[in-house]
């Protein structure tokens, strides 16, 4: 099973850029990269998805190096409106249509 | 695009009786639905995987009685805790998916509070 491993929490001011690294050491070759932010009391929403190299949005960027085992998504000049739980997800090997979800790391955003 | 809607939002029922929850996909076709459950502070839990027609796949360790889970259309999924109990009350949330290859991108809905009491 490909499971990820993220910080358990991590802590940044208004302005600033923050990078979260997510460890995927099993990850499948046709396996994508998705990263997901959740707020209290709310579904996940999607950030970004990327299967190599780099991937940028109107919101963050995703480096993944060429062995893929690990991916960071980027967040550049982070508010408080940020502060939320960032999940790190890839395939699941053993079942089609399967994410399984990691502790996540949970950000805090400090004026 | 890609919008998942849940319905209700939130509910509190007695002991004993059954909640019904929905899921609709509102703008594509969804080939897969996924049931999850979060527990506050903890992360979500895959309940089960549904596909259009078809029976669903329930993770190990939930009771596929209790969860009932309807696929009934490519827009709609239902899931139904029987004979709820206080430790039921958690926080629902539905995905859905539309790809044609295995690790598509899943879109959550916005999540049901159920509170048991």
């Known amino acids: 099973l490909a499971k990820t491993t993220q910080p358990i929490s991590m802590d940044s001011y208004e302005g600033q850029e923050v990078n979260i690294t997510c460890s995927h050491n099993?990850?499948?070759?046709?396996?994508?990269i998705t990263w997901y932010q959740q707020f209290p009391s709310q579904g996940p929403r999607f950030i970004i998805q990327g299967y190599k190299t780099k991937v940028t949005n109107e919101v963050a960027s995703l480096f993944i190096p060429a062995d893929r085992k690990s991916s960071t998504l980027s967040l550049p000049r982070v508010s408080l409106s940020d502060t939320a739980v960032y999940y790190c997800l890839v395939g699941d090997l053993g079942v089609a249509y399967k994410y399984i979800f990691g502790t996540g790391t949970r950000l805090k955003v400090l004026a | 695009g890609a919008v998942v809607s849940q319905h209700p939002s939130w509910v509190i029922c007695k002991s004993g009786t059954s909640v019904k929850i929905e899921c609709r996909s509102l703008?594509?076709?969804?080939?897969?639905m996924f049931w999850y459950r979060q527990f506050p502070k903890q992360s979500l839990m895959l309940m089960a995987t549904?596909?259009?027609?078809?029976?669903?796949?329930?993770e190990q360790g939930v009771e596929k009685d209790k969860f009932l889970i309807n696929h009934a259309s490519l827009t709609l999924s239902t899931l139904t805790v029987t004979s709820a109990h206080p430790e039921d009350s958690s926080f629902y949330i539905c995905s859905a998916s539309f790809g044609l290859s295995e690790w598509e991108t899943q879109y959550f809905g916005p999540g049901t509070r159920l509170l048991v009491l």
């Open positions: 099993n990850i499948a070759t046709n396996d994508y």
């Open positions: 549904s596909n259009e027609g078809s029976k669903a796949t329930y």
């Open positions: 703008d594509f076709q969804a080939t897969t």
